[in-house]
């Protein structure tokens, strides 16, 4: 076995604290990762404290990691000692449903293994994410970073804010001639901004935050609508193509809907704890406007995502924190005070 050091939640009323435990000894397919940044996604607070329900205690949540590889099992081709990797939200699925076999691994029809709050594949054990020193995975699931070893930390939030956006960008054809509103400025909406922007769409961005309005300009968004100004908002009916709404918190959707033009398509992404009120119909059935979900991306898709955002020199816009500065950092992060996403430096360890 690896013995591991890392921080974790031990009730969902508990703050997080350091935890020693053991990772798997590495197998023929497997990496095993010493972890250099993990980013602080939302999701991480909504699991380590139960929020959606169904959480296993202790929880080590992270899955925006970025390491270096230490050592490879016999059977692996593709990383050697010494290579920069990212681990994102999943480590292993079925590999062989529809989904799986479609590179949509994130749909598996069997259930896919989460970086944190597993179940492991075969054992059904708890599995621990990048909040620690070190992570053994699969090399199907490793993604490989070609970045400039200065933006390693940037790199971390990609690989779930970044893929989490970039999926539904694609799916939804974000790109020249598009209009592309992104609502939340937190770590999933800043890289939809600065990724819809990248691929060529006119962005609007919408927040709750008039003082996130100058830094929306600068990543990348066209306009900026403070979306608890109903006249500014009124301004804006029917107007869009796509809408991609990260915002953790239950809210009316009907405003977002009514933006959309004929066949447009408002996509959820972020995941509260709570229902949003149902929408009208008529937001609907009037235009043929869609309501969508989406979850994550594949593996192939990430990898795709991350080849672009280093061709396109993108990275995210981070405040680096001490592992020990966790808590405060989840305290921040639920009153929307992220500039964009916090990354965890493992030294601090
Ligand atoms: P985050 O950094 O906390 O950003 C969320 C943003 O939502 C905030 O910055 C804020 O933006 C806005 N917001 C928060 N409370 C609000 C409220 N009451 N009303 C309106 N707007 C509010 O969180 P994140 O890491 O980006 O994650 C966002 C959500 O996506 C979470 O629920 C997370 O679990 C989910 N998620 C889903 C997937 C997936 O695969 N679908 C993947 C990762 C994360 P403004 O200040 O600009 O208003
Ligand atoms: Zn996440
Ligand atoms: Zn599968």
Redesign the pocket.
Known sequence: MVPSRGYAAQSADSALAPFAFERREPGPTDVQIDILYCGV???DL?TARSEWGGTRYPCVPGHEIVGRVARVGARVSRFKAGDNVGVG?MVDSCRTCSSCAEGLE?YCENGFTGTYNGPEQGTGGNTYGGYSDRIVVDEKFVLKICHPAEQLAAVAPLL??GI?TWSPLKQWNAGPGRVVGV???????HMGVKLARALGARVV?????PG?AADALRLGAHEVVI?TDDKAMAAWRNRFDLILN??????DLDPFLGMLRRDGTLV?????PSPHRSPGVFSLILKRRRLA????GGIAETQEMLDFCAEHGIVSDIETIPIASINEAYER??R?D?K??FVIDMASL
């Open positions: 996604c939302h999701s909504h939200c994130q779930c804010a989490t609502v939340g400025l937190g770590g999933l909406g961005l919408f927040t709750t935050s996130k979306s990260t915002v953790a918190a239950p809210h959820l992404v972020g995941a509260p979900g989406s979850l994550i992060m639920l929307s992220v964009y996403r």
